[in-house]
T-cell receptor, first 108, second 111 residues
């Protein structure tokens, strides 16, 4: 099956810093989503991005499908950005294979 | 409702008990998913419904796990004869197209 690797596993930054999170996947996908799980466990859908680039406020994402990776950029990070960021991919429109996540801690 | 809701939020069961976890999806969402999330890991797919039809149950870990969505809206995940390894957060998500929207989860602890 498809393998998903996220890096780095942990990231600690000061408020205001920028960060780049990476997701590598082992096979062609037609479904890729980025999620943020806050410290209370709630999963929030950030982007559906099987290819191309999208931006939403301070967050943006780029997927290069031919090279089997996706990047999530967080600019001017805030303490509320803390949590775990997951990349999930799939070759169908429903079943997602999830990475292990990047745990982000933003210090004030 | 405005989002996906799940109940109960927390459930403690003695080993061997049966439990039922409820998911209320976003109104009008055709697709509904159940996931299991162990501590420190990403969610793992359990099962998928399109309306009332269970199209994929390949992720259910054993025949003690059963899910239903009889009227194509609310769904129930039932676990019979719970075991300690069933302790996890059970997440429900719904979707109208591709993007999945998650509920807050039910944290199940089996003693």
């Amino acid at each position: 099956g498809i393998q998903v690797e996220q890096s780095p596993p942990d990231l600690i930054l000061q408020e205001g810093a920028n960060s780049t999170l990476r997701c590598n996947f082992s096979d062609s996908v037609n479904n890729l989503q980025w999620f943020h799980q806050n410290p209370w466990g709630q999963l929030i859908n950030l982007f559906y991005i099987p290819s191309g680039t999208k931006q939403n406020g301070r967050l943006s994402a780029t997927t290069v499908a031919t090279e089997r990776y996706s990047l999530l950029y967080i600019s001017s990070s805030q303490t509320t950005d803390s949590g775990v960021y997951f990349c999930a991919v799939g070759d169908s429109n429903y079943q997602l294979i999830w990475g292990a996540g990047t745990k982000l801690i933003i210090k004030p | 409702g405005a989002g996906v809701s799940q109940s109960p939020r927390y459930k403690v069961a003695k080993r061997g008990q049966d439990v039922a976890l409820r998911c209320d999806p976003i109104s009008g969402h055709v697709s509904l998913f159940w996931y299991q999330q162990a501590l420190g890991q990403g969610p793992e797919f359990l099962t998928y419904f399109q309306n009332e039809a269970q199209l994929d149950k390949s992720g259910l870990p054993s025949d003690r796990f059963f899910a239903e969505r009889p009227e194509g809206s609310v769904s129930t995940l039932k676990i019979q004869r719970t075991q300690q390894e069933d302790s996890a957060v059970y997440l429900c998500a719904s979707s109208s197209s591709v993007a999945q929207f998650f509920g807050p989860g039910t944290r199940l602890t089996v003693l």
